[in-house]
């Protein structure tokens, strides 16, 4: 076999052993944090949205995470749970903020890309797998799938600093758009992850964090990183200058709801996490509406990093269009699925009351 040829089998070898991290221990070898499996087939891409070689970055990217959440836990009582209980144990502990940088990152990650699916040559998206329940829900907060969609990226073109864009389900039923920074994440409950900030008292840097106040009529809150980026990110685009107010307006004519967003990047539960306020443009005095914001679930997310549009292919600034392909992509039967368990969990809570 000439060189060439061991170099390749060495790095092959190395690379079989590398996707399954293993760690000696004096219990023996064990497995620590490994990256999931997808639903769909990796080398077939997601259409435009996330070519194959993207896609395959996506994972590099997530692979690159759990490897070094493993190095930073190794040995540790974290080595032994779950990701997201990482994230929960060492939320506010200052001496691990890498390993809780990676795992929730991971985390994020990992629900973005599980809630994708590849596109069909029958149909543009999977808005036809929306079901009865959800749809009705989108028109009536929103105005339309359509507006939806314009409302959700107009969040994520106005987010000029590494994040993520989620659309969210409060305990109520009712959806909104909200935006995390760097890290942070709504898929756990747990302290926010932030340094003292001098826009945050000390007290609202835990669980239990006070109602933000409602924004004006048809404009949502000022967010508190309009000035200044949250500690430990930096921006991601070559527009180094930051937008006077990161969450954007609604679009003219929708209901598209926003969530406030005065307590920045503060991750919390999917299973229960506290949040500011519901906005909307014409907003009706629910039961639902008045516990807006109490509790929140994530529906879907999409990252807001520029490996992921640069790696598809769409240049620097090619956000905009990388955004567009996202719906063709969204697995909405898969969303529809997370609101149902939320709306009949609402509905049993209602029961329950009377």
Not at 92 to 115: E, P
Not at 144 to 150: C, M
Not at 268 to 294: C, F, I
Request: aromatic letters at 10%.
């Amino acid at each position: 076999m000439n060189q060439l040829g061991l170099r390749l089998t060495s790095a092959s070898a190395r690379a079989s052993t590398s996707s399954a991290p293993r760690f000696k221990s004096r219990w023996g070898t064990r497995r620590l944090h490994q990256q999931q499996t997808l639903p769909y087939p990796v080398d077939e891409g997601l259409g435009k949205f996330l070519p194959p070689e993207a896609l395959k970055v996506q994972l590099e990217f997530q692979s690159g995470l759990l490897e070094r959440l493993n190095e930073q836990v190794i040995g540790t009582t974290e080595s032994g749970s779950t990701i997201a209980q990482t994230v929960i144990n060492l939320s506010g502990k200052r001496d691990q903020v890498l390993a809780f940088n990676y795992a929730s990152l991971a985390l994020n990650n990992s629900f973005f890309l599980q809630n994708l699916k590849p596109p069909t040559s029958r149909y543009p998206n999977h808005e036809h797998e929306i079901t009865d329940e959800l749809h009705t829900v989108i028109r009536n907060a929103h105005g339309s799938i359509q507006q939806l969609r314009s409302a959700f990226s107009a969040a994520a073109l106005g987010t000029f600093i590494n994040g993520w864009v989620w659309l969210v389900a409060d305990q109520g039923g009712n959806t909104g758009i909200y935006t995390t920074y760097g890290a942070g994440t709504l898929l756990v409950r747990s302290r926010s992850n932030m340094e003292k900030h001098p826009q945050f008292p000390e007290s609202e840097l835990y669980d239990t964090f006070p109602s933000t106040k409602h924004p004006s009529s048809g404009s949502p809150s000022r967010s508190p990183f309009a000035q200044n980026p949250p500690p430990g990110t930096s921006p991601s685009s070559p527009l180094s200058g930051m937008s006077g107010d990161n969450s954007p307006t609604a679009p003219r004519g929708t209901q598209a709801r926003y969530m406030s967003n005065d307590l920045g990047s503060i991750h919390e539960a999917a299973a229960g996490l506290h949040s500011g306020s519901l906005s909307t443009k014409k907003s009706t005095k629910t039961v639902g509406m008045l516990r807006a914001g109490e509790i929140l679930y994530p529906l879907f997310c999409v990252p807001v990093y520029e490996h992921a549009w640069m790696s598809a292919g769409y240049g620097v600034w090619g956000k905009e269009q990388w955004l567009k392909e996202f719906w063709s992509v969204l697995n909405w039967e898969r969303v529809s699925t997370a609101y149902s368990a939320v709306w009949n969990a609402a509905q049993g809570r209602t029961r329950s009351r009377k």
